[in-house]
């Protein structure tokens, strides 16, 4: 879908008044936008791993932002993009109640290093709906 006009200037002055064509952070959810499910596999697509590396090779900092698990994300695709960022991933997961780093162990193994967790708030949680949920899968 093409950008408007006005949302075109807009992003363009953007640019042009801010720092951030040179020192930018990119922030990505990941489901859906950089990351791809087709026939139950879960990529990359070569275009989002394009732009990726040329995110990094800029030396942008690139994090990942996804309501997923920290071992989902390390299990689904989390190597391919360790492989583009050969370093320590930036994440936010679980909306935000878990940042920390994807990033290899000694042994090559892909683990979650977390800086800071935290519990949602009572109103981010619906009691109804998960006692709704249990109700009705109960076996009696």
Not at 12 to 20: A, C, D, G, I, V
Not at 68 to 74: A, C, K, Q
Not at 128 to 134: K, N, Q, R
Request: zero cysteines; charged letters at 20%.
């Amino acid at each position: 879908m093409a950008l408007s006009e006005e949302a075109e200037a807009k992003l363009r002055h953007f640019l042009e008044q801010s720092s951030f064509a040179t020192t930018g952070v990119v922030v990505t959810d990941l489901d859906g936008t950089a990351v791809h499910e087709f026939q139950g596999k879960i990529t990359i697509p070569q275009e989002v791993e394009l732009g990726l590396m040329r995110h990094y090779k800029r030396g942008r900092p690139l994090i990942l932002n996804s309501l997923r698990f920290p071992l989902s994300v390390i299990r689904t695709f989390g190597q391919e993009w360790h492989k583009l960022s050969n370093a320590p991933i930036p994440t936010v997961t679980l909306n935000g109640s878990l940042m920390g780093f994807i990033t290899k162990t000694v042994e090559s193994e892909l683990v979650f290093e977390e800086v800071k967790g935290s519990t949602p708030d009572a109103h981010a949680i619906d009691l109804d709906g998960i006692t709704a949920l249990v109700a009705i899968t109960r076996i009696e």
